[in-house]
Nanobody, 124 residues
């Protein structure tokens, strides 16, 4: 089992920045691929960014490329999502997630463990 606790969401003005954090416990973090998803009101949960177990490979959803950066610190069992140039369309609940097995993927159903979510609200 893996427990994920995500945090860092808050209200921010458009153009601002935030850093989300997700702390993992229960299994060797350095073996896990990790990802961030988000869900806006009335929408399905969507993939945002993913990172492989050692941090050398990352993938992003097109709308966040160049603005968001996913990273990890295996010594702290933590994955981060640095978000810059925030837009109102980035408003959502953000979730970190990890698959039981396998590398990074964009498909929600491949992820077994989820954080509780952290709210990001971007005002215009």
């Amino acid at each position: 089992q893996v427990q994920l606790v995500d945090s860092g969401g808050r209200f921010v003005q458009a153009g601002g920045s935030l850093r989300l954090s997700c702390v993992a416990s229960g299994r060797t973090f350095s073996t896990l691929s990790m990802a961030w998803f988000r869900q806006a009101p009335g929408n399905e949960r969507e993939f945002v960014a993913g990172i492989n177990y050692n941090g050398r490979n990352t993938i992003y959803e097109d709308s966040v490329k160049g603005r968001f950066t996913i990273s990890r610190d295996n010594a702290k069992n933590t994955v981060y999502l640095e978000m810059n140039s925030l837009k109102p369309s980035d408003t959502a609940v953000y979730y970190c997630a990890a698959p039981r097995f396998g590398g990074i993927a964009r498909v929600e159903s491949l992820y077994d463990y989820w954080g509780q979510g952290t709210q990001v609200t971007v005002s215009s």
